[in-house]
Every structure is written in C-alpha cells, then in structure tokens.
DNA sequence: ATGGTGGTCCTACCA
C-alpha cells in the first residue's frame, strides 16, 4: 500500500479548520500531524476531523500556546504524549499503527521550541529551552529506540540545516533557526538512530526548499526569503519506500494561511 | 539597526 503523510504547523486549527479541509480533500493524506493547533483538548475539533475521514485521533493540547494532534485513516495501536525539559509544554506525540505486518510503524509528530530571539543560552532562555529540548530527545531516541524498526519523525523542528534550506546562509548565520550550534544539534539528534532526511531523498541538495515564509515578509513569492523549518525523517528500514515529496507552497497563498506549508511525504508500504 | 505581521484572548506573550 501506499501511505501518505502530511506535517504542517498550521498556527491555530480552529482558525483554519476551513484550509485543512480544503488540503485534505484536495490531498487526502492517511496521517495527518498537525503542530501548533493552539486549542486545548476538550475544545480540540474532533468533529470536523472524524467527518474528513480521520477516525481515528491522539491530541496533544494545551490552551493558547503550541499543541500537536496526529490525525490518523489507518487504526492506532496506542499514543503516547510525552512532556519534555519539565515543562508542561504540548510538543509532542507519538503514535503506533498496524501496517505491513511486521514491527507496528511508529510516528513521532514534534514541535520544537522556537528559540526567542538571540542565539545565546546565557542571556535567553528560550534558546537555552531549544538546546535542552534537542538533547533531551537525541538521548531518548539513543537509549530506548532500535533504528531498525520502521518509525517517521515528522514535525516543526524549527531548523533549517544545510545552506540550501534558506534563502540567504550568510544572512542567517546569526539568527536563531540557522546558527551553526543548532544546525549541530540538529544533526546529532539526526545521527542517534541514523534517521533519514525523507525530503531530501527525493529533491537533492543543492536545490532549495523552504517551507516556511514569514508573516512580516511582503511578497513572499517574489522576494522568497523561506526557510526549510519543517520535516519527514524516516528509518533506515523505511528508506527504499520513500516515493514522492509534496511542498504545497500554493497553501501559503490561500485566505488567512499559517505561515508554514504543508509537507507530504509518500511511502511504499 | 529597526520594524515589519499574525494568533491567543484582553494583556502581554509568543512565533
């Protein structure tokens, strides 16, 4: 079968119930996973997702702030929501299908800290929250998880990692999402299980991808200053059925869109 | 060097 999976941080889900709608019916992804949905879970839209044909939902919610919900057409096994740097913070959740027969494929939908403004752990807290968080989770996949068995990793990393992820690297080198401290980190946390940068197994570098364009950017087709932010990494096991990549970027030119584009990723299970 | 826009939920805080 192919499976189809689609990461988008979609900045609200309330707000942009109306665009999801429209993505999926156009899309028709089998996992959904969703960052920033803002709501908490007893106000979480499950209605809306079980008439587009998602029945089978794990929501990550917290009021006003971050969020992740997994959308899901194949049946769940179990989720888990786990918390991170001791904080209360809705981040992340990892959910299991039946699927192939062998070893349940497991899905990690993350929603990284974004890092404040200044790239130093002394003075920001944001940025040192940001470090933590990615050591935090380079030491859980390293300790408690076997790299060969089928798992994505998908989310909002807020990282843009190689040079061809950004619209200027000179530009950037000093602002948080492209400083070479996080681009490092990102990169340990890639190496502790060998996950696959599924994105970029089917458009090489040195193409540029971004899926991200700032709100205060005006003509954000034209001048194109985007950032690659967002993610689909995959197991080694999972490698060969990678088929196809989608950056809806149309979806940042819709009525009132997030800030980021959809990513879908297809895979031949 | 600065401020540019947008979401939440009413006051700043976060991205």
Not at 74 to 96: F, G, I, Q, Y
Not at 106 to 116: K, L, S, T
Not at 175 to 199: C, G, N, Y
Not at 233 to 257: C, F, H, N
């Amino acid at each position: 079968m192919t499976l189809r999976i689609t990461t988008w941080n979609i900045n609200s889900v309330r707000l942009r119930i109306g665009l999801v709608e429209q993505f999926v019916a156009e899309h028709k992804p089998d996992i959904l996973c969703l960052q920033e949905i803002k709501v908490d879970d007893p106000l979480f839209p499950a209605d809306a997702f079980t008439a587009m044909g998602y029945e089978h939902q794990a929501v990550a919610g917290q009021k006003g702030y971050h969020g992740v919900a997994t959308l899901s057409r194949v049946p769940l096994v179990n989720s888990e929501r786990r918390n991170w740097c001791d904080k209360d913070e809705a981040r992340h959740l990892m959910t299991r299908y039946a699927i192939g027969g062998g070893e349940p494929l497991e899905v990690h939908n993350f929603y990284i800290p974004a890092g404040g403004d200044a790239p130093d752990p002394e003075e920001n807290d944001k940025f040192a929250h940001k470090m933590q968080f990615l050591d935090d989770v380079t030491n859980w996949f390293k300790t408690s998880h076997d790299p060969n068995h089928p798992k994505i990793l998908v989310g909002d990393l807020n990282i843009a990692p190689s040079e061809h992820d950004v619209w200027s690297h000179k530009q950037l080198l000093k602002v948080v999402s492209h400083t070479p401290v996080e681009v490092e980190k990102l990169a340990t946390l890639q190496s502790s299980i060998a996950w696959v940068d599924a994105v970029r197994e089917v458009v090489p570098e040195p193409e540029k991808l971004f899926s991200w364009w700032s709100y205060r950017s005006k003509n954000w087709r034209t001048n194109n200053r985007g950032r690659r932010l967002d993610h689909v990494w995959v197991t080694e096991p999972l490698k060969k059925s990678v088929r196809a990549m989608q950056i809806l970027e149309e979806a940042r030119d819709w009525e009132k869109p997030s800030d980021h584009a959809p990513i879908t990723v297809d895979l031949n299970i």
